[in-house]
């Protein structure tokens, strides 16, 4: 299975993104689905993420302008990023956990400026 990451980009602040995360096939017994983001020098951590039955939890720094979403039959997971800052600026990845494996993008660039 593999996850392909896409809809990064430039964009000034204040702007809007909407990445997306497409599955190669269906995976089963999914524990969680979500999106992780690394800036230079830090470590990788957690932005929303999609719980089974339907939980969702943001970090601390999404305030309500980032939406996790899903849609089962394009087997595809999104992140709406609206009144972006300039430190949003980092690789985001997606995750999809199972119970067998963890599944991982590669990755795509988001860059705000100011």
């Known amino acids: 299975v593999q996850l392909q990451a896409s809809g990064g980009g430039l964009v000034q602040a204040g702007g809007s993104l909407r990445l997306s995360c497409a599955a190669s096939?269906?995976?089963?017994?999914?524990?969680?689905m979500g999106w992780y983001r690394q800036a230079p020098g830090k470590q990788r951590g957690l932005v929303a993420v999609?719980?089974?039955?339907?939980?969702?939890n943001y970090a601390d720094f999404v305030m309500g302008r980032f939406t996790i979403f899903r849609d089962n039959a394009k087997r595809t997971l999104y992140l709406q990023m609206n009144s972006l800052k300039p430190e949003d600026t980092a690789v985001y990845y997606c995750?999809?956990?199972?119970?067998?494996?963890?599944?991982w993008g590669r990755g795509t660039q988001v860059t705000v400026s100011s």
């Open positions: 995750n999809v956990r199972s119970t067998i494996q963890d599944y």
């Open positions: 999609i719980g089974n039955g339907g939980y969702i």
């Open positions: 096939e269906s995976i089963f017994s999914i524990n969680a």
